[in-house]
């Protein structure tokens, strides 16, 4: 088989400021015609960097150092720009990664793809009237299982959900029918079950079309669906390669291994089962509703139903995962916990007080913290790691002297060394990042700390000794945990009970060993069958759901 | 996200669908709103500022007796919330009272001049958008090049100089090099002027089909104009400027350039419609101030003016002219930004439709 796109030696440099940096060393990766290619790597391993070369996308800072990039076994580094920009779109094109930021909000969706396809019309010496191209565009549209292409065409970026304009963007992919198709982790910002109906659409959309695809994941689950052969990078250098197979069941170098071990299996002797906890429940919702009104000039306008009628308990020492999509209420059930909005039903008992009936005083701030999303955007960036933890203590009513003791004794508990008190957040790692997070948390000694996906923004190898460090410290210092994700195979090991919430609703609630391996509610069923899985056994293992139950309880569910 | 206006944030985030009508409502009750405290506030600083309205009126040789008959007929011995609604009811009908310096009706006053500042201010602004729209563009484009730094020279220029230093500058250019340029008033007065309908010189001499008076009214616009809009031009630049730099960065033009969509089709097209949002904010806030602070280059072109009226009633403490002045350029500023909040309702359709989730 000839190889499609063949790259050798490749090295890329960026240049800032006078100094260069090698981000790809030596890449070397081969597609063959009608293969599916998987990169994989870390954040900052160059994946991304390896696409924009391919494409002609790169920075102005940065420089080809040397190496081929051959597609059709001609060199496209060679090339004119002219050429070059002529296989834009039409050679190989790429699925952008993040459907929420990849449209310009003030213009229509029909616009972006009308000039796609004018332009490369234009360069390929076609012409078109404009009539013809929607007709073309609309015919893509369908192809992307979006079944009203004149509203999606008519309509603007915020008037679609992230599963449409994911597939809008696909459709920008193929509205030139290009033979390489380029994956930049597709569906990653969209919630588990849309992002498994888009690995599915581009799956047949490759195979129906006869296409090559490279796929750029973190993602091993995903990976495992959408590739035949593996390309491991690392700090801009591949490491492994070989088939699928061969990969994931004999890895040799020990970071592949680690990145295969990071993933927390769903079914399977790996699992871990939390213990159950029986204690007397800490926090109690009873019948907890929350509605949000449209304010109106005069009187009230229409309102949204964000919790339905939510009972739940939450023992002390336990690790309550919050589990569903996003929209479904978990924040909102979270924030009402921690006091933060009132309910506008029900009522809230957190530590044997009512939420609410003393206002959010000093000592309830001290029951109950949190950590957040993305440490990047928690920390500020221009306080210092000693900065940041010092203000809870402040709070907290604590001397100047007590608050340096105190912070090094935070540190500790999350495994910083002490030097880490003068660093400010662009030091750090994503993980360290979080970890200080979780210090902050922890400062005003609190009972219970809402994390609010605390993982999902860092790389999975670190993920998991931040979960390894969360659950150190519930041991030791006898936390309570509640626990909002989407990560059901995180949740599956972590949490010691879970509650899966559907429109505001807690549609099924147990421990994790019984909701999964039996579940209930065909919401749920849907939501773990979506969870990409490592192995066929852990495939096998997933319940069974039906289209019809999945159209029900999905919203991006085409077909 | 939220933006900021002036009627208070409106939640263009996840939040439910909005009506253009019903926050049009929203907008109208805030635009009487502000009338409403602007009036009040205008109303009591003019009663508590030491001097008697009636003694200024009269002068210092008036007797006691003038003085308190004087106070009767301008209804000064009625309670101070009486006085206050009668003030806001003739206000709504156009009737500010009479000046304490001229005797003549106050609104009589402003109508004769405001068109001059009006239409002054009015291209004033066209100026601003025609220069610094592309300016800002270009900027951004060829960040860091000798286009740039130009560009950022004379906004800092525009920026620091005050408008009065431009102004004489101005003159004594056109003094010295176009010798029959006029620098002073208007229009040339020898000609006929058109009557109507709008107050504006060069929208009437056109109705009218009048050129001589439009290019005459064009000359002698162009100077003051210029001075005027140079703290505005570099203002605006600037602020096109970092709009465009800080949307290149986005995701969306990454989008186009991936398909080959051309450069210039997503800097004039994609980036400058979205870029122009927050220049075109502030220009609404700034047609607004224009009117009142247009009174510097009013002098010192001899326009005769609403704003140098303005401030002439101030140092003459001629308070029911002082008072129609603040609320008539009230009244502008409001609607500017009524108008702005419809052109971003235009261009931005996250103003009008909910954001999905």
Known sequence: MTNLLDIQNLNVSFRTYGIRNNVLKDVGLKIPEGGRVALIGETGSGKSVTSKTILGTLPDNAVVESGTIRFDGEDVLTLSQGKREAMKGTAFSIIMQDPLSSFNPVFR????LDDVLRFS??????????????RRIEQVLRQVQLSDPARIFDAYP????GGMRQRVLIALALLHQPRLLIADEPGTALDVTTQDEIMKLINSLVSDNGLSLLMI???????RKMADDIYVMRHGEIVEHGPLKTIFRTPQQAYTKALIAAIPPLYGPGVEDQKAVDAEPIVSLSNVSKSFDEKLLFGRGRSHLAVKDVSLQVSKGEIFGLAGESGSGKTTVARMIMGLIRPTAGSITVDGDTVGEKGRGPDFRELIQIVYQNPGTSLNPKRTVGQTLSVPLRFAGLRADAVEKRIHELLAHVELQPHYISKYPHELSGGQKQRVAIARALAANPKIIVLDEPTSALDVSVQKNVIDLLQKLRDDLGLTFLFISHDLSLMRNFCSHIAIMLRGEVVESGEPRQVFADPQHPYTRALIAAVPVMSDEEDRLKPQTSIEERRRYLADTAV | MRRFTLWGTISTGPAMQTNPAQLMLKRLVGFAGVMFVLSAMIFILARIVPGDPARIALGPSATQQQVDEMRLEMGLDAPLWQQYTDYVWRGIQGDFGKSLISGRQVSDEIAALLPATL?????????????SIPLGVMTARYRNSWIDNVGRFFSIVGVTMPSFLFAILLQLIAANFLSDWPVLGRVNYSLDL????????????VVHGDWRVFWSALQHLIFPSMALAMAGIGQITRITRSAMIEHQRRDHVLTLKSFGVPDRVIVFRYLLKLSSIAPLTIMGLEFASLIGNAFVVELVFSWGGFASYGLESILQKDLNAVMAVVLVSGFFFVVANLVIDIVLMAIDPRLRFKEAK
């Open chain 1, 109 to 112: 969706i029909g616009r972006h």
């Open chain 1, 121 to 134: 019309d234009r360069r390929l010496g076609e012409t078109s009237n404009s009539r013809d191209r929607r």
């Open chain 2, 194 to 205: 058109p009557d109507g309908p709008t107050g504006l010189l060069l929208v009437d001499s």
């Open chain 1, 217 to 223: 994941t973190h993602n091993l689950g995903v990976v």
């Open chain 1, 158 to 161: 915020s008037q679609l959900s």
């Open chain 2, 119 to 131: 239409e002054l201010v009015i291209v004033t602004v066209l100026l601003i958008v025609a220069v």
